[in-house]
């Protein structure tokens, strides 16, 4: 699998500052366990060719590469796809949206992503937090107003 990721760097699919594939995205697309992949970006890194930014991830090259991250983006992908699932019913007012740690797996984003992206559906009135307790869906009179079509012209 090392191979494999050499490979594609040479072959620029991940150029210079790019991301590397999370954990567990390697262990999925190869079916590896967690520390085959883990001993494999552990080897990556000693030998330069890539680096890892705590809380940020793996990247390719040596640190002096400027990394090409568009977490700004992402949380706000995150929180416009949680805020369509609160729309449609999948989580429903009183009831809590999926913990801090599942939403890290599931978006296969940092802890961080995932307050920022909560961070946003609190301040657009989606959600509440209750400290020690979690984030709730907040009840529908609170969410952000969709503009009625009856009233454009």
């Given at each position: 699998?090392?191979?494999?990721?050499?490979?594609?760097?040479?072959?620029g699919e991940l150029p210079a500052g790019?991301?590397?594939?999370?954990?567990?995205?390697?262990?999925?697309?190869?079916?590896?366990?967690r520390d085959t992949a883990r001993r494999v970006l552990k080897e990556l890194r000693k030998d330069g060719t890539v680096y890892n930014e705590k809380g940020l991830g793996?990247?390719?090259?040596?640190?002096?590469?400027p990394r090409q991250v568009q977490t700004d983006s992402r949380y706000r992908e995150i929180a416009a796809d949680l805020a369509n699932e609160i729309r449609i019913g999948t989580y429903q007012p009183t009831r809590p949206i999926p913990s801090e740690a599942h939403l890290t797996q599931r978006y296969e984003v940092t802890t961080k992503t995932v307050r920022k992206a909560v961070g946003v559906l609190r301040d657009q009135g989606w959600v509440y937090t209750k400290s020690r307790k979690g984030t709730y869906v907040s009840d529908p009179d609170s969410w952000p107003q969709?503009?009625?079509?009856?009233?454009?012209?």
């Open positions: 699998m090392e191979r494999k990721i050499r490979e594609r760097i040479s072959a790019s991301p590397v594939p999370s954990e567990k995205t390697l262990m999925r697309d190869f079916g590896i366990s793996t990247f390719v090259g040596p640190p002096s590469v969709e503009p009625d079509e009856s009233e454009e012209s």
